[in-house]
């Protein structure tokens, strides 16, 4: 499933616990997909807590806690770290990252708490939602075959690559124009994995965050930057991407189309993504300012420009998935809209 849709489901999931439909979810996916990520926005987008635990890390005695004797009899004591109304809130998210890579002996011991929500004495709050994630056994990691009792406790999804949804959240997260004009353009590079290789450094949505963080930081060092994008990326990748940002010096002036000057579009396809990527970077900084509509409106006349109208496309649906509604208040939307009518229906 897309990330966009599965947001969703586990947005939906979270919020089924209050009415008693929740169900436990499982994400499969390979590393660096953003299975982590998308749990940790479901809880920020809440503002609920969200307790992390990498169950590759445990032994059985940290989930069912340690025997202490009491009197005639022994008890267990409940670990801190699983939800407490008290010291968490009544509502949050209990995530089990790595349970593939969990020793079965963990496993088995997670099984009560995954379906049963109680562990002995002890039981999960009912606001609070069970997620869980895990590498499958061709991704090359450290995983073992899930238990058949423990699937059973789950509903699964595998979590699919998306360019859109990912364009989406790099503009949401202030990721650098220029990496998402490269993914653009080169967009099965988003992720770009082989196991039977065996890489160590290769294109994923979190491997190109980090190319983001290495672009902000080497960007005036030259001689690095190269060397650090092939770290974060692999070294194909990492040749391109440096390649293509070595050329955007041929960019046209971007403040100029902005203030609604007559600006050429250039010919060459990178360039012209990365104008796209550039300009809807702008729309996003200009959504809450006084001159929004001025420059959202500058912004559509040039994407009539592109020779192929479907650049122009490109750039307006990433533009409204960061804008929002504000795009269809711009006079010159309509324009914009009935010019390119024959060749698409726009996808809200």
Not at 11 to 36: I, N, Q, Y
Not at 81 to 94: E, Y
Not at 222 to 240: N, S
Not at 248 to 267: H, K, N, R
């Amino acid at each position: 499933m897309r990330p966009g849709h599965l947001q969703r489901v586990l947005d939906k999931e979270f919020l089924s616990t209050e009415a008693g439909h929740h169900t436990p979810v499982m994400l499969w996916g390979a590393p660096g997909v953003g299975k982590s990520q998308m749990v940790a926005q479901v809880a920020a987008g809440h503002g609920v807590p969200l307790i992390d635990i990498r169950l590759s890390q445990m032994e059985p005695s940290d989930l069912r806690g340690i025997p202490f004797k009491n009197g005639d009899s022994v008890e267990w004591a409940i670990p801190a770290m699983l939800p407490n109304a008290a010291r968490h809130g009544q509502s949050g998210i209990l995530f089990l990252d790595e349970i593939t890579s969990a020793p079965p002996s963990v496993s088995a011991a997670a099984y009560q708490l995954i379906l049963d929500r109680r562990l002995g004495n002890y039981e999960v709050p009912t606001g609070w939602a069970i997620f869980a994630a895990g590498n499958r056994q061709g991704d090359r990691g450290v995983t073992y075959t899930m238990p058949a009792p423990l699937a059973n406790r789950f509903s699964h999804f595998d979590v699919d690559i998306n360019v859109d949804d990912w364009v989406a959240w790099a503009y949401k997260n202030n990721i650098d124009d220029r990496i998402i004009a490269f993914v653009r353009f080169r967009p099965e590079l988003l992720f770009d994995f082989d196991p039977a290789h065996n890489p160590v450094a290769f294109p994923s949505p979190r491997s190109w965050e980090f190319a983001h963080r290495g672009l902000q930081k080497f960007h005036q060092q030259p001689d690095l930057l190269l060397d650090t994008l092939q770290a974060c990326v692999g070294p194909a990748a990492g040749i391109e991407l440096h390649a293509f940002v070595s050329n955007l010096d041929q960019l046209p002036d971007i403040d100029a189309i902005i203030a609604g000057e007559e600006v050429g579009v250039p010919t060459e396809i990178d360039l012209q993504y990365a104008v796209a990527s550039s300009l809807v970077g702008r729309a996003i900084r200009a959504k809450d300012s006084d001159n929004a509509a001025t420059v959202i409106g500058n912004i559509l006349k040039y994407a009539s420009r592109f020779p192929q109208r479907e650049m122009g496309v490109m750039l307006v649906s990433d533009m409204h998935r960061a804008v929002g509604e504000l795009l269809f208040t711009v006079p010159e939307f309509s324009q914009w809209s009935n010019a390119i009518a024959d060749i698409m229906l726009y996808e809200g």
